[in-house]
């Protein structure tokens, strides 16, 4: 889609190219892999990217010259750099973001707070990732309909599937139970975007739910349920 923003991903292993270059393509983002620096840094001077993310998985004095090299080319100087480690050293950390680092993030990766640090960086106005999902949500309104099929989750709402879109601002108390779970979530919801039959070609009609003061049992729970569905058949090794 063209509305992905383009991000630099330099990783020296082909197994870590991989994980990050899928990890992200299911986010939402469209990664460009090299394996050195200086491979980087001339993709750069061919195609803008909006951040570039760094394998710092190397020696230190590796790390610190690619850093430094990455941050004087004009080319990206002037965007985000987040480093991912598999060790969380906090006096290592606070010396990464004084050499430039926007951010340091550690393996594995949890899904929600990389999405929500490259959303940052990137100027993206969603701050939490969605997955697919089809399931039954009963509205206890009754309106449109006593249910619906939601096609999308995330963190903060989900979209219903509904050819009769309720205005914006309603307020709405819904119930429902994700996929291999047996308790039900219940939460208020307010209708925050519509979509009318014909009038977007590549958006299902219906209408997007914000959720409203979402238990936090609840929000980890769904959470969890979309890092399971969109990293489960993803193996991260260390120093890969």
Same mark, same amino acid.
């Given at each position: #889609? ?9 990783c020296h292993s082909?197994?870590?190219? #991989? $994980? ?5 393509? +299911? ?13 980087? =840094? ?17 020696? @230190? ?5 690619? =850093? ?14 987040? !480093?991912? #480690? /598999? =060790? ?7 010396? *990464?973001?004084?050499? %430039?680092?926007?951010? !340091? ?9 990389? $999405? ?6 990137? %100027?993206?106005? +969603?701050? /939490? ?5 089809? #399931? ?8 449109? @309909?006593?249910?619906? /099929?939601?096609?999308?989750i995330s963190e903060?709402?989900? $979209? ?13 108390? =819904? ?7 047996? @308790? ?11 979509? *009318?039959? %014909? ?22 729970? &769904? +959470?969890?349920? &979309? ?12 120093? &890969?």
């Amino acid at each position: #889609m063209s509305d992905k923003k383009k991000v630099l991903i330099i990783c020296h292993s082909a197994a870590g190219q #991989m $994980y990050f270059g899928v990890l992200l393509s +299911r986010i939402w983002f469209s990664p460009v892999l090299a394996k050195t620096p200086d491979e980087g =840094i001339r993709l750069a001077r061919k195609s803008q990217f909006s951040l570039t993310l760094l394998d710092g998985d190397v020696a @230190e004095p590796e790390l610190k010259t690619a =850093i430094t090299l990455l941050k004087a080319d004009q080319s990206l100087k002037d965007f985000p750099l987040v !480093v991912c #480690m /598999t =060790i969380d050293d906090p006096a290592k950390n606070k010396a *990464l973001l004084e050499q %430039g680092c926007s951010a !340091v993030l550690t393996k594995p990766l949890d899904l929600a707070i990389m $999405y929500e640090v490259l959303a940052r960086l990137c %100027g993206q106005p +969603r701050t /939490t990732p969605r997955t697919a999902v089809k #399931m039954n949500v009963a509205i206890a309104e009754g309106i449109p @309909e006593k249910s619906l /099929t939601s096609v999308n989750i995330s963190e903060g709402g989900l $979209y219903l599937r509904t050819i009769q879109p309720l205005q914006e601002g309603q307020r709405l108390h =819904i119930r429902f139970t994700l996929p291999h779970d047996t @308790e039900a979530i219940q939460v208020a919801a307010e209708v925050v975007r519509t979509s *009318l039959l %014909g009038t977007q070609f590549d958006v299902e009609p219906g209408m997007g739910l914000r959720f409203v003061d979402i238990p936090q049992e609840a929000q980890l729970k &769904i +959470r969890n349920f &979309i890092q399971w569905e969109m990293t489960g058949d993803l193996e991260w090794q260390a120093n &890969i």
